[in-house]
């Protein structure tokens, strides 16, 4: 019987790094890097155990078309005070997509913002 408790012992172990390593690898390395320019309608901090930023911006093409929405997720406390600050105002979003996450410890949504830019309004047409 103990040999049997060892090596379920060692094979909950292996599993268990084998999930640390694939969720540490699906947050250093990103699928895809980008910019999104809109308007920041909301940002809030959600979650029962891992509380994590999440956040949803307009992005409007031209005036008097469809709004689409993006939906992002924020690691770092000054970027998400950024975005507090920036609330309402046109702004340029620096963003990673991380795909596979394990869980929604770390994030709701792909999208991991890095940075934050300040733009001035678009003069109406």
């Given at each position: ?76 406390e000054s ?6 600050r ?40």
């Amino acid at each position: 019987m103990s040999k049997f408790i060892v090596r379920f012992s060692l094979f909950l172990i292996l599993l268990a790094v084998l999930f640390a390593g694939y969720t540490w690898l699906t947050l250093t390395w990103s699928y895809s890097e980008g910019d999104r320019a809109g308007y920041i309608q909301k940002l809030s901090k959600k979650g029962w155990v891992c509380k994590t930023w999440e956040g949803e911006m307009a992005l409007v093409t031209m005036p008097g078309t469809m709004t689409e929405k993006f939906y992002f997720s924020v690691r770092d406390e000054s970027i998400a005070d950024e975005l507090n600050r920036s609330i309402g105002k046109r702004v340029v979003l620096e963003y990673e997509e991380h795909i596979g996450v394990p869980i929604s410890c770390f994030a709701e949504t792909r999208y991991f913002v890095t940075g934050v830019k300040s733009v001035g309004e678009v003069p109406p047409l």
